[in-house]
């Protein structure tokens, strides 16, 4: 009965989107109590000059899922053999794509292109799941691509700044996405915008200018008013109350009476010896 099932091939297929290679499929639709698979792949290398050799795709051995991911083991542009083996309950089978693989088919997604007009400079930026490509940006006044300059972006993330003239002109961005290691490319639709007008760069130090001068005025007249109103502003604010007269009457009139301790034990003459001749009685 396992023989039987095992026989039956696995509906398989390669999904390959932008240098992303996803092999998929079907499960295994017999009575297992466990069942797994495992992936092998074998390029123009293996088959050449390894004697036909099968290599195992790393991450994908004894799994239970129907998918493996061979972005990393396919890293040539020759063609790939891929086998899938299944074990049911410790029966085995195989099955293979019916074509090879290369990733020089796999589909390029153009990527989406957006572009900033505020703030200074000008931000253009790509979003794309491709981390190894070539953008050749090409940027045109609308009615004059002729002149149009290109400006290379090799590096991830893909931005570039751009410092274009603001006014009532219209700016053309189109872009070419280039993978170089497959030599195939992508282009993106022209993207027409308007830059808006900003503060222009003699209008910006005249507004400082002016601002610092009408500080500095503010600051001027706020010190002659406190120095020449200061005692009326004061006099409003802090006014001074009156004594009240409970207070006055019971005010002390006469000059107060200072109190001293005052000893009444007895004294004695208290004698201090002095040298011959400078003796003298101190009373107190």
């Known amino acids: 009965l396992y023989s039987r099932s095992l026989s039956i091939p696995l509906n398989a297929s390669m999904h390959s989107v932008n240098m992303k290679h996803i092999l998929k499929w079907s499960l295994l639709q017999a009575s297992c109590s466990t069942v797994n698979y ?37 890293a040539s ?77 090799r590096a991830y993330p893909y931005n570039f700044s751009i410092a274009a003239h603001r006014g009532k002109e219209k700016m053309c961005f189109k872009a070419e996405a280039l993978v170089e290691a497959i030599n195939k490319s992508c282009s993106t639709d022209k993207q027409c915008v308007i830059f808006p007008k900003q503060t222009s760069d003699f209008m910006r130090p005249l507004i400082v200018s002016i601002t610092v001068v009408v500080a500095v005025t503010v600051a001027f007249i706020l010190g002659w008013l406190a120095t020449h109103f200061g005692p009326q502003i004061k006099q409003t604010i802090c006014h001074r109350e009156t004594i009240p007269n409970v207070l ?37």
């Open 248 to 284: 006055l009457d019971d005010w002390p009139t006469r000059t107060p009476i200072l109190c001293t301790d005052v000893s009444l034990e007895p004294t004695d003459p208290l004698l201090l010896l002095l040298p011959a001749k400078h003796q003298c009685t101190v009373q107190f």
């Open 77 to 153: 542009n020759s063609d790939y053999s891929i086998r899938i083996k299944t074990n049911c309950d410790g029966q085995k089978s195989w099955t293979q794509l019916p074509a090879t693989f290369n990733r020089r088919h796999t589909l390029l997604l153009v990527p989406k292109m957006t572009v900033n007009v505020e703030g200074d400079p000008i931000q253009v930026g790509f979003s794309t799941t491709i981390s190894d490509m070539t953008v050749n940006l090409k940027v045109w006044q609308e009615g004059d691509e002729q002149n149009a300059l290109i400006h290379v972006i």
């Open 38 to 74: 495992s992936v092998q792949f074998q390029g123009e290398y293996e088959l050449y000059n390894l004697n036909g050799t099968w290599l195992d795709a790393y991450d994908c051995q004894e799994i239970g899922e129907n998918w493996c991911d061979l972005t990393h083991d396919i």
